[in-house]
C-alpha cells in the first residue's frame, strides 16, 4: 500500500541555465573538463564559467579543481527522499502532505503564506537550502544545502492563546525523543527552543502563531537541525558553540528517515498536548532540562539578570533564583550561561 500524502517538488527558479548546463557537462564528463571547454561550450568567458563553478559550490556540489586540468565533479548533494517519508508517516496527521523545495527563503515564511491560505494541519513544508532561514530574535540560521533537515509544519490546534507557547516545548521534545531514538545520542534542551548535543547547539525551533487572544487559528513550528554538516562547514564564527549529529557521532545519519521519524513522534506528542494537556511536556522537558542548576543571565530591558537556573513552571516559564533567594520567572528572553 503506498502513501496517499501529496507531495509537491517545486524546483528553484534561481539556478540559471548556464549554471545548469555546467553541471550536466561535468555529470557527463567522469573525469576533469578544462575551464576553456566549458567556457566554449557556454559561449562565456573562463572568468564567468569560475564564477558559475563558485555558485555550485555553495550549493551543496563538490567540485574540485585544479590548475590547468580543470573541474571534476565529486558529489551533488544528497536529497531527501520524500517518497520514503511519505510512505513512513503513512496514517499520521503530520506528513498529510509535502511541498519541498531544494531552495527557499524560509520554510516558516512559506508555510505561514500557506496556512493564512487555509492549508490543512499536518502540511509541512520541507528546503535543503534556506537564503534567509530564521531563528527566534531574528536571528539568522544557516545551513550547507542536504546537510541539514529544514522544515516547517502547519498546527491547527485550536488552543487558548495563552496556552500555544508550550508547542514549542512539545516540539523540542519529540524532535530531541526522535533524535535519540534514531542517533543513539544524548539530547539536551536549552529554555526555550535550542537542541543541545555535547554542550553545544546543533539545532532549533522557531514557532510563530495566528489568531484571537481566546483562540489560535494555526501555528507553524518550524525546525532547524544540523544533521551531517562537517566541522569545516560550519560558521567559523560557531565552531565554539555549535555541532552536527554527524560531528557528534562520527557517522552519516539518514536524513529521510530522521525527518519521518521525527513527524510521527511530534504527531504522537502533539495529540497527547491536544487530549491530555501539557502534563507530558513539561514532564519530559525538565528531563531534558540543560540549563537547570546552572548559572545563567536573562537579557531584559533593565540589563542582565543572573542567577541560577531552577528548571521551569507549569506555565513552561524559566525560574531562575536569584542571590537574594528570591525567584524570577520569565516567560521569554535571551538566556545565556554564566560564565
Known amino acids: 500500500m503506498e502513501s496517499s500524502a501529496s507531495i509537491v517538488f517545486i524546483e528553484s527558479q534561481r539556478m540559471s541555465p548556464r549554471k545548469k548546463t555546467?553541471?550536466?557537462?561535468?555529470?557527463?564528463n567522469p573525469g576533469f573538463v578544462s575551464g576553456q571547454a566549458i567556457s566554449d561550450s557556454l559561449g562565456?568567458?573562463?572568468?564567468?564559467?569560475?564564477?558559475?563553478?563558485?555558485?555550485?559550490?555553495?550549493?551543496?556540489?563538490r567540485i574540485l579543481g585544479i590548475s590547468r586540468r580543470g573541474y571534476r565533479l565529486e558529489e551533488e548533494p544528497r536529497r531527501l527522499v520524500m517518497p520514503v517519508v511519505a510512505k513512513l508517516t503513512r496514517g499520521a496527521t503530520l506528513g498529510t502532505s509535502f511541498r519541498y523545495y531544494d531552495e527557499i527563503?524560509?520554510?516558516?515564511a512559506e508555510?505561514?503564506?500557506?496556512?493564512?491560505d487555509g492549508a490543512p494541519e499536518?502540511?509541512?513544508?520541507?528546503a535543503e537550502s534556506q537564503l534567509k532561514g530564521r531563528g527566534r530574535l531574528g536571528r539568522t540560521w544557516t545551513s550547507p544545502p542536504g546537510k541539514g533537515l529544514l522544515f516547517s509544519v502547519i498546527l491547527r490546534p485550536g488552543l487558548a492563546m495563552t496556552d500555544a507557547h508550550l508547542l514549542t516545548l512539545t516540539t523540542g521534545d519529540a524532535v530531541a525523543e526522535a533524535i535519540e531514538a534514531q542517533v543513539k545520542i544524548p539530547v539536551h534542551l536549552k529554555w526555550p527552543n535550542d537542541l543541545i548535543v555535547d554542550n553545544r547547539k546543533a539545532g532549533?525551533?522557531?514557532?510563530?502563531?495566528?489568531?484571537?487572544?481566546?483562540?489560535v487559528d494555526w501555528v507553524v513550528a518550524g525546525i532547524g537541525i544540523n544533521v551531517n554538516v562537517e566541522f569545516a562547514e560550519l560558521p567559523v564564527t560557531l565552531r565554539k558553540t555549535a555541532t552536527?549529529?554527524?560531528i557528534a557521532t562520527d557517522k552519516t545519519v539518514d536524513r529521510s528517515v530522521l525527518l519521518a521519524r521525527i513527524l510521527l513522534t511530534f504527531d504522537k506528542a502533539y495529540r497527547d498536548c491536544l487530549a491530555n494537556g501539557f502534563e507530558r511536556t513539561l514532564r519530559e522537558f525538565r528531563e531534558r532540562d540543560y540549563l537547570l542548576h546552572r548559572s545563567v543571565s536573562m537579557q531584559t530591558r533593565e540589563g542582565p539578570v543572573v542567577g541560577e537556573a531552577a528548571g521551569i513552571d507549569d506555565r513552561g516559564a524559566l525560574l531562575v533564583a536569584l542571590p537574594d533567594r528570591h525567584v524570577r520567572r520569565f516567560h521569554s528572553g535571551d538566556v545565556t550561561l554564566h560564565h
Open 44 to 61: 562565456i568567458s573562463r572568468n564567468a564559467v569560475h564564477k558559475h563553478v563558485n555558485s555550485l559550490r555553495a550549493r551543496g556540489f
Open 105 to 108: 527563503e524560509s520554510t516558516n
Open 111 to 116: 508555510a505561514k503564506r500557506l496556512a493564512a
Open 244 to 246: 552536527s549529529l554527524k
Open 22 to 28: 555546467v553541471i550536466e557537462i561535468l555529470r557527463d
Open 122 to 126: 499536518g502540511t509541512v513544508v520541507v
Open 204 to 215: 532549533g525551533i522557531l514557532l510563530e502563531v495566528s489568531g484571537e487572544q481566546d483562540r
